[in-house]
C-alpha cells in the first residue's frame, strides 16, 4: 500500500481536498437525508464531487462517509448498513481518484460523548472498528479522524484504525479561540494535549480542521510543532467565518485569499493543506497553483 509519509518525503506539501458538505448541498441535500446514504443512492453525484477535486489538484481526496458509523446513522434507519455504505463510499472515491491520489476514508464524531459517560470505551471502540474496516476494504489508502472535540473519543478511533487496518491513520481536532486567546476544543482539549494523546495513541499523521479562522490555524499549527517537530501535520481550513446572507450560510474567504493565507501555514509546519467547510475545487485548485513548489 502506498503511504502519505513516503510521498512527503519527496514533496515537501502535499493539498487534500476541500469540503463535500458545501457541494453536497449545492446538488440538492436537504437536513432530513443521511448525506452518506448518497454513497448507496446517489452515486454519481458523490462520484462528481470527488472527481472534482481531483481535477483541481488535490493530492488526497475523501469518502463520503463523515458519519456513517452506527450511532449517526441510527437517526435514518440505517445503522444495519454501515458497513455497506463504508465500503461504496470508499468504493467511489477510489474509482475518482485512480492510481495517483490517496483516498482518505473519513470518519467523524459519534454523538456521544466519553467524557460525560455517555458511551463507554469497548462501545466505541466496536464502532469505529465496524467504520474503518469497511474503508479500508472499499480501498481507502489512509483513515482520517476528523472535526474530533473530545480526546477519549479521539483516541479510541485512532487505536481502532491503527489495530484493524493496514491503513496510516491521520486524526485532526477542532479548535476555538478562548477569551484567554488559547485555542480549546469544546470540550476543553489543548493542541499540546492533543499533539502527546494522538502521538501516543498511534497516530501518524495529526492536525486541526474546521473551528477557528485560517490564521488561527497557523497559531495552532506552530503549538503543535513546539511540542513535536517530526510527526507530519494536516491543516484543512474553512473558507472564513460563517455568515448568514439571504436564508443561506455563506462562507466569505475566496479561493485567492485562502492560498495566499495558506502559505503561513506552510511557513508554520503543515504538511498537508486543504479545506473544510464552505471551501470548493476552486479553493484546492488555487491552493495547488500557489503551493506546488513551496520550498
Not at 82 to 93: C, D, K, L, Y
Not at 166 to 185: A, H, L
Not at 232 to 242: M, Y
Request: glycine letters at 8%.
Amino acid at each position: 500500500m502506498r503511504k502519505i509519509a513516503d510521498a512527503l518525503r519527496r514533496k515537501k506539501i502535499l493539498i487534500s481536498d476541500g469540503a463535500w458538505g458545501t457541494m453536497m448541498i449545492d446538488k440538492g441535500l436537504t437536513a432530513s437525508e443521511s448525506p452518506e446514504s448518497w454513497s448507496l443512492y446517489r452515486r454519481e453525484d458523490v462520484f462528481s464531487i470527488a472527481e472534482a477535486y481531483v481535477e483541481a489538484g488535490a493530492d488526497m481526496i475523501a469518502t463520503n462517509s463523515f458519519g456513517a458509523n452506527r450511532f449517526k446513522l441510527e437517526f435514518y434507519g440505517l445503522a444495519d448498513r454501515v458497513a455497506e455504505i463504508n465500503t461504496q463510499a470508499a468504493a467511489i472515491s477510489r474509482a475518482a481518484a485512480g492510481p495517483g491520489v490517496f483516498v482518505l476514508g473519513s470518519v467523524g464524531p459519534t454523538g456521544k460523548f466519553p467524557m460525560m459517560d455517555e458511551i463507554g470505551e469497548t462501545e466505541l471502540y466496536d464502532a469505529f472498528r465496524e467504520q474503518v474496516k469497511a474503508l479500508e476494504n472499499g480501498g481507502a489508502d489512509a483513515i482520517i479522524i476528523e472535526t474530533m472535540t473530545d480526546l477519549e473519543e479521539a483516541c479510541v478511533a485512532v487505536k481502532a484504525a491503527k489495530e484493524n487496518t493496514s491503513c496510516e491513520v491521520i486524526c485532526m481536532m477542532s479548535f476555538d479561540k478562548t477569551i484567554e486567546g488559547n485555542y480549546r476544543t469544546i470540550m476543553g482539549v489543548s493542541p499540546t494535549e492533543m499533539t502527546l494523546s494522538l502521538v501516543r495513541a498511534g497516530a501518524d499523521i495529526i492536525g486541526a480542521n474546521c473551528g477557528t479562522t485560517i490564521n488561527g490555524l497557523v497559531d495552532i499549527t506552530m503549538e503543535i510543532r513546539s511540542i513535536n517537530a517530526d510527526i507530519p501535520v494536516i491543516i484543512q481550513a474553512n473558507a472564513g467565518t460563517a455568515e448568514q446572507q439571504e436564508g443561506r450560510t455563506v462562507y466569505p474567504d475566496s479561493p485567492s485569499y485562502m492560498a495566499e493565507a495558506a502559505q503561513s501555514l506552510a511557513s508554520a509546519g503543515a504538511n498537508i493543506i486543504g479545506g473544510c467547510c464552505g471551501t470548493t475545487p476552486l479553493h484546492i485548485r488555487r491552493l495547488t497553483e500557489i503551493l506546488k513548489n513551496w520550498q
